[in-house]
């Protein structure tokens, strides 16, 4: 609190000196635009959302085909951030004199994929794969960025410093998942599934912060470039879920030919609405809509009409990058 308090401080004696000296050192020009790109780093790691019924874990383990009993063989928890990733932005800035000025800028954000969960489960004693699932998440969002810009005001390499708050205006979490399953089907045959699916989280309105530390390098009278290190902390929690692409078929195969007797498929018009949504709760309780079983292959909720229930998960898109743009001045 107290480095808080001499923080403040300082910023305001520097405000007031600046206003003071504007008087006799007019700001050149008003208004000016910046365009930039950048690269983030994620710099806030945590545990991974579950990806349904699937833990954020990378999990290997056998199947015991006789007695159907399965063993976890080794797994690790899946951990990261959506703040990697690259992203653009527009600003309009107006400058209060020639030492501080204020900026609003508009960024968009495309993060990396990230492994979310992957569950490999093989026959005991050999290498066939009898199910894995595998999914991976990335996040592309627009955000708003309102922020104050204090400099010495140098004619020639002018460094600045920059703080504000990060306004989401649009975002998802985009979840791609890959599964497979081998099963025994009637009369000795296999039933081979596979399924592709998509799903998106929407969040809750939030609010972030971000601070950059540059240097503005002038090329022509009116036109400069600019180099800035930032840092973004933004922490998102989901508002619900929806799936948004889903293609299932198996295959019942004859083991001994490999020929396909028979093919059955579900599509996303095909899933129930529990199924295809999902309303976040901070707590699950005997009301929740959850599920009861499967009935082949459709999961079975309390209310198979009504969107299903599951715990809040949070995620992180800020983190610590490099920006370099153009400056004009008008």
């Not at 990261?80 to 004199?97: C, E, K, P, Q, V």
């Amino acid at each position: 609190m107290k480095s808080l308090t001499m923080l403040s401080t300082a910023i305001f004696a520097l405000a007031c000196t600046a206003n003071a000296q504007s008087v006799n050192d007019p700001a050149p020009s008003k208004f000016y635009l910046k365009a930039a790109g950048g690269y983030f780093f994620s710099v806030s790691q945590g545990q991974f959302p579950d990806v349904g019924q699937f833990p954020p874990r990378d999990i290997r383990q056998q199947a015991d085909p006789v007695t159907g009993a399965t063993t976890i063989i080794s797994q690790k928890v899946l951990t990261g951030s959506y703040g990697a990733g690259g992203r653009g932005g527009l600003t309009f800035g107006w400058n209060i004199n020639k030492y501080m000025a204020l900026e609003g800028t508009f960024n968009y954000f495309h993060s990396q994929k990230n492994l979310m969960t992957k569950n490999i489960t093989t026959v005991k004693g050999t290498s066939q794969v009898a199910a894995s699932v595998e999914s991976h998440g990335y996040v592309n969002s627009i955000d708003f960025a309102p922020s104050l810009v204090l400099s010495p005001g140098l004619e020639k390499v002018n460094p600045y410093v920059r703080f504000g708050v990060v306004v989401p205006l649009w975002g998802n979490l985009n979840i791609e998942t890959d599964a497979t399953r081998n099963s025994p089907g009637p009369s000795g045959s296999i039933a081979q599934t596979t399924i592709h699916r998509k799903e998106k989280i929407h969040p809750n309105p939030t609010i972030g912060f971000q601070g950059a530390l540059g240097v503005v390098f002038p090329v022509a009278p009116k036109l400069g470039i600019f180099v800035e290190a930032e840092y973004r902390n933004v922490p998102v929690k989901g508002k619900d879920k929806e799936v948004t692409a889903y293609d299932e078929k198996t295959n019942v195969v004859n083991p001994t030919t490999g020929q396909v007797i028979a093919t059955t498929s579900r599509g996303l018009d095909d899933l129930s609405v529990a199924e295809k949504k999902t309303k976040y709760v901070t707590t699950l309780d005997q009301n929740s809509n959850t599920p009861t079983g499967t009935q082949g292959s459709q999961t079975m909720y309390k209310d198979n009409n009504a969107p299903a229930n599951d715990l809040k998960s949070y995620i992180n898109i800020g983190g610590l990058g490099v920006n370099a743009g153009i400056k004009w001045r008008f």
